[in-house]
């Protein structure tokens, strides 16, 4: 069966350190894949996208990596700041090409 | 710029109570538009997907329908809620098969 999954439910770093977050797909073949940053009571927000023949992808601290041998898709966030405390989801695209299928999330926490 | 709007921002209705949610989209033309479902503490589920007037695909059986009566006008609704209704509902829109932009969310509680 298809699956998006997420390395953790939840995860707590020191403010400074480089978050990591994982996200693994089973029986999908994407196109590209993204990652959204999503605040309590609130709607996902864009980050970054990355397409199957790109390796690496960095905007600012962000650098997102995409593996399609390993299926896995890396996220990381350097320097890390309190303000990066945020639910984030990876989204790929789905079979049809016209929706997308989201992963469930990890919950990241920067302790000050 | 395009904005999306989602009204209201919270609900709280009867169950077997009719339900209609609304989206709306500016600055931008045929867009695909989406609805998804948060649950608490969970992901999103997509429930239907639209890429022009009067097209719809639902994703999931389910107790809801969607309309797209207008190209940036997206609704959401129900003739009886049930208490597994209950969620976070999101609106989205893209322009190809990237990048989404989502409203602002409707929180609905369904007793």
């Known amino acids: 069966s298809q699956k998006i999954e997420q390395n953790s439910e939840a995860l707590n770093i020191q403010e400074g350190k480089t978050a990591t977050l994982t996200c693994n797909y089973t029986?999908?073949?994407?196109?590209?894949l993204q990652w959204y940053r999503q605040d309590p009571g609130r709607g996902p927000v864009f980050l970054l996208l990355?397409?199957?023949?790109?390796k690496e992808k960095r905007k600012e601290r962000l650098k997102v990596t995409f593996d399609t041998t390993l299926k896995q898709s890396l996220f990381h966030i350097t320097a890390s700041q309190p303000a990066d405390s945020a639910t984030y989801l990876c989204a790929l695209d789905g079979n049809y090409g016209q929706n997308f299928v989201f992963g469930p999330g990890t919950r990241l926490s920067v302790l000050p | 710029s395009q904005t999306i709007h989602q009204w209201p921002a919270t609900l709280v209705q009867p169950v077997g109570s009719p339900l209609s949610l609304e989206c709306t989209v500016e600055g931008t033309s045929n867009p695909n538009l989406y609805w998804y479902r948060q649950a608490a503490g969970r992901g999103l589920q997509l429930l239907f997907y639209s890429v022009g007037i009067g097209q719809i695909s639902s994703e999931v059986p389910q107790n809801l329908s969607a309309s797209r009566p207008q190209d940036r006008q997206f609704i959401l609704s129900s003739k009886k809620l049930l208490l597994s209704d209950s969620g976070f509902y999101l609106c989205a829109w893209s322009v190809g098969v990237e990048t989404q932009y989502f409203g602002p969310g409707t929180r609905l509680l369904v007793l």
């Open positions: 029986n999908y073949s994407p196109a590209y």
């Open positions: 990355i397409r199957e023949n790109e």
